[in-house]
C-alpha cells in the first residue's frame, strides 16, 4: 500500500508565492509519475502539472509559467508564483508507479487527502 501526503497550503496574497510539498511512502517499488491537481469550489478537478521517471514535465492549461513542478525520488513539489485568487482550490497529489517487491510487483494509483490553498488580501 502506497500512501501520498501533502502539504505547505495556506493563505497567501495575491501575487504571491507557494510551494507545495508531495510525499509518497509505503511498499513503493517504483514511481512512474507523480502530479498534482486541483478543485475549486463547484469546479470539477483539474489537471496542473505531473512529472515522470526521467524528469519530463507537463502541464495543463495555462499553468506553465506560473507553475514548476520538481521530483526528488518519492516527494514532489509545486511552486506556485505570481499567483490569483482563481488559484483558490484544493490541490491533490497523485503517484502512480509499481509497489511491492521485485518478484511480487503491482501497479498502483493512489492520491493524497488534498490541501487547501486560499489567495486572498
Known amino acids: 500500500q502506497v500512501q501520498v501526503v501533502e502539504s505547505g497550503g495556506g493563505l497567501v496574497q495575491p501575487g504571491g508565492s507557494l510551494k507545495l510539498s508531495c510525499a509518497a511512502s509505503?511498499?513503493?517499488?517504483?514511481?512512474?509519475?507523480m502530479g498534482w491537481y486541483r478543485q475549486a469550489p463547484g469546479e470539477q478537478r483539474e489537471f496542473v502539472a505531473r512529472i515522470l521517471s526521467d524528469g519530463t514535465t507537463e502541464y495543463g492549461g495555462l499553468m506553465e509559467g506560473r507553475f514548476t513542478i520538481s521530483r526528488d525520488n518519492a516527494n514532489t513539489y509545486l511552486q506556485i508564483n505570481k499567483m490569483k485568487p482563481e488559484d483558490t482550490a484544493v490541490y491533490y497529489c497523485?503517484?502512480?508507479?509499481?509497489?511491492?517487491?521485485?518478484?511480487?510487483?503491482?501497479?498502483?494509483?493512489?492520491w493524497g487527502q488534498g490541501i487547501q490553498v486560499t489567495v486572498s488580501s
Open positions: 509505503g511498499s513503493i517499488f517504483s514511481i512512474n509519475t
Open positions: 497523485n503517484a502512480q508507479g509499481m509497489s511491492g517487491t521485485f518478484s511480487s510487483k503491482r501497479n498502483f494509483d493512489s
